[in-house]
Protein backbone atom coordinates (compact mmCIF):
# COMPACT_ATOMS: atom_id res chain seq x y z
CA UNK A 1 0.00 0.00 0.00
CA UNK A 2 0.78 3.68 -0.57
CA UNK A 3 0.75 6.71 1.71
CA UNK A 4 1.94 10.04 1.36
CA UNK A 5 2.87 12.59 4.52
CA UNK A 6 3.02 16.02 3.99
CA UNK A 7 4.30 17.80 6.98
CA UNK A 8 2.78 21.66 7.99
CA UNK A 9 -0.50 22.07 7.22
CA UNK A 10 0.61 25.94 6.73
CA UNK A 11 3.60 27.51 5.48
CA UNK A 12 3.48 31.17 5.65
CA UNK A 13 6.29 32.82 3.65
CA UNK A 14 7.41 36.28 2.76
CA UNK A 15 7.33 37.69 -0.78
CA UNK A 16 10.94 36.64 -2.63
CA UNK A 17 11.59 33.53 0.22
CA UNK A 18 12.69 30.38 -0.39
CA UNK A 19 9.36 27.82 -0.53
CA UNK A 20 9.76 24.45 0.98
CA UNK A 21 7.08 22.12 1.05
CA UNK A 22 7.60 18.69 2.30
CA UNK A 23 6.50 15.39 1.57
CA UNK A 24 7.15 11.58 2.40
CA UNK A 25 6.18 8.64 1.04
CA UNK A 26 5.91 5.44 1.65
CA UNK A 27 5.32 2.35 -0.93
CA UNK A 28 6.54 -1.11 -1.71
CA UNK A 29 7.08 -1.11 -5.31
CA UNK A 30 9.37 1.97 -6.86
CA UNK A 31 6.84 5.04 -6.62
CA UNK A 32 5.92 7.57 -9.17
CA UNK A 33 5.11 10.87 -7.22
CA UNK A 34 3.61 14.04 -8.22
CA UNK A 35 2.73 17.60 -6.71
CA UNK A 36 -0.54 19.04 -7.25
CA UNK A 37 -1.79 22.86 -7.01
CA UNK A 38 -5.16 23.88 -6.26
CA UNK A 39 -6.17 27.24 -6.31
CA UNK A 40 -9.37 28.78 -4.71
CA UNK A 41 -12.49 28.07 -6.45
CA UNK A 42 -10.22 25.87 -9.40
CA UNK A 43 -9.62 22.45 -10.18
CA UNK A 44 -5.95 20.62 -9.20
CA UNK A 45 -3.57 21.17 -11.44
CA UNK A 46 -0.11 19.07 -11.79
CA UNK A 47 3.00 21.13 -11.19
CA UNK A 48 5.65 18.37 -11.69
CA UNK A 49 5.79 14.41 -11.68
CA UNK A 50 8.60 11.96 -11.43
CA UNK A 51 8.77 8.77 -12.78
CA UNK A 52 11.94 7.21 -12.05
CA UNK A 53 14.11 9.61 -14.66
CA UNK A 54 15.92 12.51 -13.64
CA UNK A 55 15.36 12.64 -9.62
CA UNK A 56 15.65 16.36 -9.78
CA UNK A 57 12.65 17.19 -11.54
CA UNK A 58 11.46 20.62 -12.43
CA UNK A 59 7.86 21.87 -12.99
CA UNK A 60 5.91 24.58 -14.05
CA UNK A 61 5.97 28.48 -12.45
CA UNK A 62 9.30 27.98 -11.27
CA UNK A 63 9.15 24.70 -8.71
CA UNK A 64 10.92 21.64 -8.88
CA UNK A 65 11.01 19.06 -6.30
CA UNK A 66 14.07 16.34 -5.88
CA UNK A 67 13.53 12.81 -5.30
CA UNK A 68 15.21 10.90 -2.49
CA UNK A 69 14.78 7.10 -2.23
CA UNK A 70 17.06 7.09 1.23
CA UNK A 71 15.04 9.48 2.57
CA UNK A 72 11.64 8.56 0.85
CA UNK A 73 11.42 12.17 0.07
CA UNK A 74 9.94 14.22 -2.34
CA UNK A 75 9.99 18.18 -1.47
CA UNK A 76 8.91 21.30 -3.22
CA UNK A 77 10.72 23.77 -3.35
CA UNK A 78 11.03 27.55 -5.09
CA UNK A 79 14.15 29.37 -4.57
CA UNK A 80 11.73 32.94 -4.56
CA UNK A 81 8.25 32.96 -3.62
CA UNK A 82 5.49 35.28 -4.96
CA UNK A 83 2.17 36.61 -4.77
CA UNK A 84 0.81 34.35 -6.85
CA UNK A 85 1.93 31.28 -5.31
CA UNK A 86 -0.58 31.53 -2.22
CA UNK A 87 -2.77 28.27 -3.16
CA UNK A 88 -3.01 24.41 -1.72
CA UNK A 89 -0.55 22.33 -2.28
CA UNK A 90 -0.86 18.01 -2.35
CA UNK A 91 1.52 15.83 -2.80
CA UNK A 92 0.27 12.06 -4.38
CA UNK A 93 1.89 8.37 -5.49
CA UNK A 94 0.91 5.86 -7.51
CA UNK A 95 1.31 2.83 -6.87
CA UNK A 96 2.41 1.48 -10.44
CA UNK A 97 1.30 -2.14 -11.87
CA UNK A 98 -2.09 -2.95 -12.23
CA UNK A 99 -3.15 0.14 -10.17
CA UNK A 100 -0.83 3.09 -11.20
CA UNK A 101 -3.79 5.05 -12.11
CA UNK A 102 -4.70 5.78 -8.94
CA UNK A 103 -3.24 8.12 -7.08
CA UNK A 104 -2.88 8.20 -3.41
CA UNK A 105 -2.80 11.96 -2.34
CA UNK A 106 -1.43 13.80 1.37
CA UNK A 107 -3.64 15.82 2.99
CA UNK A 108 -2.21 19.02 1.70
CA UNK A 109 -0.33 22.36 2.46
CA UNK A 110 -1.67 25.45 2.77
CA UNK A 111 0.92 28.03 1.44
CA UNK A 112 0.26 31.85 2.09
CA UNK A 113 2.85 34.49 0.46
CA UNK A 114 3.39 37.95 2.56
CA UNK A 115 3.79 40.76 0.98
CA UNK B 1 -9.84 23.29 -25.56
CA UNK B 2 -12.34 22.82 -22.88
CA UNK B 3 -11.42 21.17 -20.31
CA UNK B 4 -13.05 18.57 -17.63
CA UNK B 5 -16.22 19.49 -16.76
CA UNK B 6 -18.66 18.23 -13.83
CA UNK B 7 -22.33 18.81 -13.63
CA UNK B 8 -23.88 20.00 -11.04
CA UNK B 9 -21.46 22.09 -9.55
CA UNK B 10 -23.33 22.05 -6.18
CA UNK B 11 -25.99 19.53 -5.28
CA UNK B 12 -28.14 19.43 -2.14
CA UNK B 13 -29.90 17.11 -0.86
CA UNK B 14 -31.64 15.11 1.86
CA UNK B 15 -30.52 11.99 3.31
CA UNK B 16 -31.70 8.66 2.33
CA UNK B 17 -32.35 10.19 -1.33
CA UNK B 18 -30.64 9.15 -4.63
CA UNK B 19 -27.89 11.63 -6.47
CA UNK B 20 -26.24 11.42 -9.86
CA UNK B 21 -22.85 13.10 -10.55
CA UNK B 22 -22.15 13.31 -14.29
CA UNK B 23 -18.23 13.61 -15.52
CA UNK B 24 -17.58 14.89 -18.99
CA UNK B 25 -13.75 14.03 -19.67
CA UNK B 26 -11.39 15.98 -21.82
CA UNK B 27 -12.02 14.71 -25.81
CA UNK B 28 -9.86 11.69 -26.64
CA UNK B 29 -9.17 10.86 -23.43
CA UNK B 30 -9.58 7.34 -22.43
CA UNK B 31 -9.05 7.28 -18.82
CA UNK B 32 -11.26 8.59 -16.39
CA UNK B 33 -11.15 8.62 -12.70
CA UNK B 34 -13.28 10.03 -9.73
CA UNK B 35 -12.03 10.87 -6.16
CA UNK B 36 -13.69 12.45 -2.87
CA UNK B 37 -12.54 14.99 -1.03
CA UNK B 38 -13.45 16.17 2.69
CA UNK B 39 -13.01 19.48 4.20
CA UNK B 40 -9.37 19.77 5.44
CA UNK B 41 -8.16 16.68 3.29
CA UNK B 42 -6.70 14.96 0.08
CA UNK B 43 -8.31 13.70 -2.47
CA UNK B 44 -9.44 10.16 -1.79
CA UNK B 45 -9.40 7.80 -5.06
CA UNK B 46 -12.81 6.34 -5.51
CA UNK B 47 -12.55 4.58 -8.55
CA UNK B 48 -10.73 4.75 -12.72
CA UNK B 49 -11.89 3.62 -15.71
CA UNK B 50 -10.00 2.56 -18.97
CA UNK B 51 -12.44 3.15 -22.00
CA UNK B 52 -16.08 1.67 -20.22
CA UNK B 53 -14.60 -0.86 -17.48
CA UNK B 54 -13.66 0.12 -14.21
CA UNK B 55 -9.96 -0.81 -13.92
CA UNK B 56 -10.19 -0.26 -10.12
CA UNK B 57 -12.87 0.42 -8.22
CA UNK B 58 -10.94 -0.53 -4.54
CA UNK B 59 -11.54 2.67 -3.43
CA UNK B 60 -15.39 2.64 -3.55
CA UNK B 61 -16.25 2.61 -0.04
CA UNK B 62 -19.56 0.83 0.29
CA UNK B 63 -22.47 -0.54 -2.44
CA UNK B 64 -24.21 2.42 -2.16
CA UNK B 65 -21.67 3.92 -4.32
CA UNK B 66 -21.50 2.72 -8.25
CA UNK B 67 -20.16 4.55 -11.33
CA UNK B 68 -20.70 3.97 -14.67
CA UNK B 69 -18.96 4.68 -18.18
CA UNK B 70 -21.19 3.10 -20.97
CA UNK B 71 -19.38 4.42 -24.11
CA UNK B 72 -16.24 5.54 -22.89
CA UNK B 73 -16.86 9.19 -22.33
CA UNK B 74 -19.10 10.74 -19.99
CA UNK B 75 -19.21 9.14 -16.80
CA UNK B 76 -21.47 8.97 -13.87
CA UNK B 77 -21.16 8.53 -10.37
CA UNK B 78 -24.00 7.48 -8.45
CA UNK B 79 -24.81 7.53 -4.57
CA UNK B 80 -27.88 5.57 -3.15
CA UNK B 81 -29.59 6.10 0.12
CA UNK B 82 -27.18 9.16 0.45
CA UNK B 83 -25.72 9.49 4.68
CA UNK B 84 -24.53 13.14 6.02
CA UNK B 85 -21.23 11.26 5.70
CA UNK B 86 -21.34 11.41 2.10
CA UNK B 87 -21.00 15.22 2.33
CA UNK B 88 -17.48 16.37 0.46
CA UNK B 89 -16.48 17.50 -3.15
CA UNK B 90 -16.68 14.97 -5.46
CA UNK B 91 -13.74 15.18 -8.63
CA UNK B 92 -13.55 14.09 -11.50
CA UNK B 93 -10.41 13.64 -13.69
CA UNK B 94 -9.32 12.29 -17.51
CA UNK B 95 -5.86 11.49 -18.78
CA UNK B 96 -4.68 10.65 -22.03
CA UNK B 97 -4.37 6.98 -20.57
CA UNK B 98 -3.27 5.22 -17.40
CA UNK B 99 0.27 5.31 -18.42
CA UNK B 100 1.45 7.65 -15.76
CA UNK B 101 0.12 10.89 -17.62
CA UNK B 102 -1.04 14.03 -16.48
CA UNK B 103 -4.37 13.36 -14.71
CA UNK B 104 -6.89 16.80 -15.66
CA UNK B 105 -8.81 17.90 -12.81
CA UNK B 106 -12.60 18.92 -12.97
CA UNK B 107 -14.11 21.90 -10.73
CA UNK B 108 -15.29 19.01 -8.34
CA UNK B 109 -19.43 18.74 -7.53
CA UNK B 110 -19.74 20.11 -3.77
CA UNK B 111 -22.53 17.53 -2.53
CA UNK B 112 -24.03 18.20 0.61
CA UNK B 113 -26.24 15.92 2.30
CA UNK B 114 -28.92 17.16 4.76
Known amino acids: AQSVTQLGSHVSVSEGALVLLRCNYSSSVPPYLFWYVQYPNQGLQLLLKYTSAATLVKGINGFEAEFKKSETSFHLTKPSAHMSDAAEYFCAVSAGGTSYGKLTFGQGTILTVHP | GAGVSQTPSNKVTEKGKYVELRCDPI?????LYWYRQSLGQGPEFLIYFQGTGAADDSGLPNDRFFAVRPEGSVSTLKIQRTERGDSAVYLC????????????FGPGTRLTVL
Open chain 2, 93 to 104: ASSVNTDYNEQF
Open chain 2, 27 to 31: SGHTA
